[in-house]
């Protein structure tokens, strides 16, 4: 078992090949560890898209129903209305927070030094071209164009902003390692995004799917300047 | 000349160079990319057009070889 398994809660490449069907050249060797997940297609992001709206009308209608009917049949119910209309607008606030926690500032852990950070971010801003490192530079998220749409990448998650620029979906993915510099632990997620789109949104946790304007309500500065560049990105390239 | 790098907690840290010509040094970067795979390291050779590749022996035409922790769902 390598160092890596030894230190940390993620498996060595050996026990990676060990778990299940070995992923084939070119694919993402994680994708072993979660083998009995479909491999992420335009298809089945679109499926999880249409799945997150259902949910959230389900959770909106009844209570916007209370909201008109009540008054209706008494005035004096109308009190109630208001309350409904706040769970209304509360519940899918509360899912949007939860998705916008894949872009939550990390605090920086107490064994990574500044320098490290310094290096780790110059080494990030090798790696993307000339118009995404001063994106780096200012708010630490990289953003990468894909087949999906556009990823913007931080530290311990991903957004991907989809075609048009009006829908995102959350990804929650982490790298082992905890003193690992951020901007290294974004360089992780980026090289393995590169290689491997389709794995890397099957390995990655999908916390959250809607509309860019309602997450945006829930991110730092820092993380909304990353999500306005992805959607701008994003509209370039409508959806088909 | 090529390099292979290992994002570790001091930002990054070259681990061997080599070009096609060189024997010692190719000989030496395939040994130190195969002690960091047995490490749990995983390899990624990245492109200047910002392509990478995962790869598991050492791409003798790739400029930037780049060894990576795993990744996981959060």
């Given amino acids: 078992m390598g160092d890596l398994a030894a230190a940390g809660s993620l498996p060595a490449a050996g026990s990676l090949a060990a778990a299940g069907s070995l ?77 916008a926690g894949v872009l939550r500032p990390q605090r920086r852990r107490a064994q990574t030094d500044a320098g490290a950070e310094t290096r780790a971010l110059g080494f990030l801003g090798d790696l993307v071209g000339h118009d995404v490192r ?30 048009g620029g009006r829908r995102v979906q959350c990804y929650c993915v982490r790298v082992a390692g905890g003193e690992l510099p951020a901007a290294d632990r974004v360089a992780h997620l980026l090289l393995a995004l590169r290689a491997d789109e389709s794995g890397f949104a099957t390995v990655a946790n999908l916390t959250w799917s809607g509309a860019c304007w309602r997450l945006r309500r829930h991110l730092s500065a820092s993380a909304r300047e990353g999500l306005a560049a992805g959607m701008a990105m994003a509209r370039e390239h409508p959806r088909g | ?66 060894l990576r922790r795993p990744i996981a769902g959060g």
Avoid: C, K
Avoid at chain 1, 68 to 86: D, H, M, Q, R, Y
Avoid at chain 1, 150 to 162: D, E, K, M, T
């Fill in chain 2, 1 to 66: 000349m090529s390099r292979l790098i290992r994002m570790d907690q001091t930002g990054h840290t070259v681990l061997a160079h080599w070009s096609p010509d060189d024997l010692a040094g190719t000989e030496a970067a395939r040994a130190a990319l195969q002690a960091e795979l047995d490490r749990g390291y995983l390899a990624v050779a990245s492109e200047p057009d910002g392509s990478a590749t995962a790869v598991r022996e050492l791409p003798l035409d790739s400029e930037l070889v780049i």
């Fill in chain 1, 134 to 163: 001063e994106l780096v530079t200012r708010t630490g998220l990289a953003v990468e164009r894909g087949a999906f749409g556009v990823w913007v990448v931080g530290p311990a998650g991903a957004l991907l902003v989809r075609p």
């Fill in chain 1, 23 to 99: 992923p084939g050249a070119g694919e993402l060797p994680e994708l072993a560890n979660v083998h009995w997940r479909e491999r992420v297609s335009e298809a089945s992001l679109r499926r999880a898209d249409r799945t997150w709206t259902l949910s959230i009308v389900a959770h909106e209608v009844p209570f916007l129903v209370t909201a008109v009917v009540l008054p209706l049949l008494a005035p004096v119910l109308a009190i109630v209305s208001v309350f409904a209309l706040g769970f209304a607008w509360t519940i899918p606030a509360l899912y949007a927070a939860r998705g």
